[in-house]
């Protein structure tokens, strides 16, 4: 009895930590993994599967994108072997009626019946035969068969011959349908013991951010919590859903491979909630009515503070962060004058486009053929000492600014239009190095401009918040500086109203 309950929980121990092998990517925002289920599937490969971002999908021994994998797993107690004729025993899995292979036909017919895009795989720690014919055709690289050694014969008389032979005969079907089928047939040695699983598993639980278990510690909650879960009903997992639930059994950590993710929203979009894939989100949207800030004086007394503490902390023992910014554009520009340029740190910023991109000032080479940055220098008040810079990379703003400057800010003597020489768009900065390049450029303009002497510079910014917290990033070199919102929305004034001032008085 004891020797029983010893093989039931080793079995679900190798489960468990297979699924956490797979299920761990989820955190990875770099893994192209997007979903992973436990016990839920076709019958006899419902032990594990996982689902590929189609945009980033593993392919198969084919080269065609692969978007699904159910897996198998079957653990053994004692070492042994295994060939192409236990796949139509149905004792080989335990069962009553129905091999692997019959069950495996019925899976390819409801999920790949053209033979592609899904792959049914055994996962054992048993090992195919030596002798076998079918060991030759499987591939050590994706452990997938090889057609071209499954066909690698005319007749049934040859070894792979008889594979196919016993094959068709025991499913009741043709060769072209057996092809289609053997196209979708995986198998895979786990060959580790559980403890070397587990040694494996905690490196990649450090990458992702989960807690390590110390090895010295003999209860590792990983292999009990997805069966609580399977109990719960918690079969299916995404990214968001499987952050939470991680969270929720106290199991995140600190990545130690990958940066941190913070968030800092002051508006929210209504299907991809910061708290769901950052490790802390800073939530300033109370401070707000819609888009319309409450108080004025809060950007001073308790939006900047409470950001500059947020920031300083996040990077205090981090040097390499990721940022998700759904904030005013003030806020993105004093997100970086926090992480300056000098700071140290390495930030990647996600930036909204028609999709979530991931913009940093190397993610690629320089391209001499993008946009750099038109500049115009316009004369408004002669008495002034101000200067007012009208940044129009997404849209032009210069009319918009300048109508502002000439009616409400008497004080701004020249103003400084400053826009992509292709022409403002959507499209007009191509990443993070060209953000940051432009950063720069827009840094010396204003510097140019600056010369003979300027009190305060009024910026005006139209841009992703790449660009903005990059030059935000030189506020020291850029002087004091006043940020201002515009109302887009024309709910108000349908123009711009102050924001906040760097450095604050305070500093």
Known sequence: MTQA??????????????????????????SPVIRVGFETGPKSFDDIWVEYDPARSALDQYGDPLRREH?????????DSYGYADLVDPEFINANARSLLQRAREAQ??????????????????????????????GNRSGAI????????????????????????????????????????AFGEAIDTLDALRDHLDILLGFVGLRRIPANQSAFPYDDVVFQWMAQGRLEFDRAAFRTLCAREDLLGTAEGAPR?????????AFDRLEERCHAVLDLIPSFDERYIRSDSDWETTLYPQLRSFLLAAAKDHPRLRLALDAHVTLAFAAGSV??????????????????????????????????????????????????VAIGLT??????????????????????????????G?????????????????????RAARAGGVSLTHLFVAAPNAFTFFLGQRQRVLGPVRLYEFDFEGAQTRSYTPALTLPLRSQ
């Open 5 to 30: 309950v010893t093989v039931r929980r080793d079995g679900d121990t190798f489960q468990a930590r297979l699924f956490w092998l797979h299920a761990a990517r989820l955190l990875d925002p770099d």
């Open 71 to 79: 897996m198998q797993c079957k653990w053994h107690v004692t070492p």
């Open 109 to 138: 017919l409801a999920y790949a019946p053209a033979g592609s895009g899904v792959r049914f795989k055994l996962v054992t720690n048993w090992r195919l035969d030596r002798n076998d014919p079918l060991r030759e055709m499987v």
């Open 146 to 185: 090889r057609l071209d050694r499954l066909y690698g014969s005319v007749t049934d008389n040859s070894k792979a011959g008889a594979v196919r032979k016993a094959w068709r005969e025991h499913l009741s079907i043709d060769e072209t349908e057996l092809r289609l089928l053997a196209r979708t047939l």
């Open 261 to 269: 993710v913070y968030g800092v929203k002051s508006f929210e979009h």
């Open 339 to 388: 992480i300056d340029i000098k700071s140290g740190r390495q930030v990647e910023l996600e930036q909204r486009s028609t999709d979530r991109r991931l913009w940093t000032p190397d993610d690629l080479v320089s391209d001499p053929t993008w946009p750099t940055v038109a500049t115009e220098l316009v004369e408004l008040h002669q008495d002034g000492s101000d200067l007012a």
């Open 395 to 424: 849209h032009d703003v210069s009319a918009d600014v300048r109508l502002y400057c000439e009616t409400k800010l008497p004080k701004v003597r020249r103003l400084l239009i400053l826009s992509p020489s292709a022409g403002a």
């Open 426 to 446: 959507a499209q007009s900065v191509a990443c993070g190095r060209h953000a940051f390049e432009l950063a720069d450029a827009t840094t010396s303009a204003i």
